[in-house]
T-cell receptor, first 116, second 115 residues
Framework: GAVVSQHPSWVICKSGTSVKIECRSL??????MFWYRQFPKQSLMLMAT?????????EQGVEKDKFLINHASLTLSTLTVTSAHPEDSSFYIC????????????FGPGTRLTVT | DAKTTQPNSMESNEEEPVHLPCNHS???????IHWYRQLPSQGPEYVIH???SNVNNRMASLAIAEDRKSSTLILHRATLRDAAVYYC????????????????FGSGTRLLVRP
């Protein structure tokens, strides 16, 4: 089956620094990638949708200047959390969909971010 | 976004069938019903999806009510590895073609499987 990887799997950073999380589709080309955030014991919250070569579409309430998303190729999307604060500590999950008309979304294993 | 309602948690015994219900009374005619599950500290995993007819695959079966206002995910023989949070999601198209969509997760049902 299709595989989506994320790197790193966990990261600890200091408040005020920026952190980049990578999401890769390993065996398929992902025209659309999605970024979710999940707090402990809560459901996934969609942050943004990105199409390759286009600007990301952010969900209401998500700061686009704080959560920078780049989808420069069909196999790679990155999420950069800028000027991280402790409240940004969360589980960040990406997912990818292959091509138009495809229904399955494949999810990455997630990245746990802790901001101290 | 169309909303789904699921019980917070359910318990099952190993090797027995499990029926996970989902209500989606505001479903529209073009909404697909998707089920994903999430094991602890992992990303969600696709389980099954359907539109109107019941669906079967190697993981589960999906029974959809005739009025489509509810559906049930059926695990025929629960195993300990099936313990997870199960999400029922309505896939709503964003564009006219319908190939563009996003998945909005609800709170899901936490399934506990007793050995």
């Amino acid at each position: 089956g299709a595989v989506v990887s994320q790197h790193p799997s966990w990261v600890i950073c200091k408040s005020g620094t920026s952190v980049k999380i990578e999401c890769r589709s390993l065996d398929f080309q992902a025209t659309t990638m999605f970024w979710y955030r999940q707090f402990p014991k809560q459901s996934l919250m969609l942050m943004a949708t990105s199409n390759e070569g286009s600007k990301a579409t952010y969900e209401q309430g998500v700061e686009k200047d704080k959560f920078l998303i780049n989808h420069a190729s069909l196999t790679l999307s990155t999420l950069t959390v800028t000027s991280a604060h402790p409240e940004d500590s969360s589980f960040y999950i990406c997912s990818a969909r292959a091509g138009t008309g495809r229904y399955e979304q494949y999810f990455g294993p997630g990245t746990r971010l802790t901001v101290t | 976004d169309a909303k789904t309602t699921q019980p917070n948690s359910m318990e099952s015994n190993e090797e027995e069938p499990v029926h996970l219900p989902c209500n989606h009374s505001t479903i529209s005619g073009t909404d697909y019903i998707h089920w994903y599950r999430q094991l602890p500290s992992q990303g969600p995993e696709y389980v099954i999806h359907g539109l109107t007819s019941n669906v079967n695959n190697r993981m589960a079966s999906l029974a959809i009510a005739e009025d489509r206002k509810s559906s049930t995910l059926i695990l025929h023989r629960a195993t300990l590895r099936d313990a997870a949070v199960y999400y029922c999601i309505l896939r709503r198209a964003l564009g006219l073609i319908g190939s563009s969509y996003k998945l909005i997760f609800g709170s899901g049902t936490r399934l506990l499987v007793r050995p």
